[in-house]
């Protein structure tokens, strides 16, 4: 659990701006009698994608007339939502990226 818990504060300190130490060297430390020393290895972009893509639930309002043409063509509102938020702010691929709009 080491692991996760790392990379969890590693990417807690990039989202506060603040920076990353460098990583202790095992030998210049002080090892005290009958403990150990253990490489954590952890990497932030898998947290950033966790976190990033976690579903947010969100609601809406819309006329009732609106709503029964919709749930009577069986739309999936979640995935037109994201594809219609997706297209209105210009961004083309997974890591968000904007192109710019056409005047």
Do not use: C
Request: hydrophobic share 35%; aromatic share 8%.
């Amino acid at each position: 659990m080491a692991k996760e818990a790392l990379a969890g504060f590693l990417y807690g300190m990039e989202e506060d701006g603040e920076s990353i130490p460098v990583p202790s060297d095992p030998g210049k430390m002080e090892i005290p009698p009958g403990t150990f020393v253990a490489l954590v290895e952890a990497w932030t972009d898998i947290v950033r994608d966790e976190i990033e893509n976690k579903a947010i639930k969100k609601t809406l309002t819309i006329p009732k007339w609106l709503n029964d043409i919709d749930e009577r063509e069986k739309v999936n509102f979640s995935h037109l939502l994201q594809t219609s938020l997706k297209q209105y702010l210009g961004i083309h691929d997974y890591h968000h990226r904007r192109i710019k709009k056409q005047p």
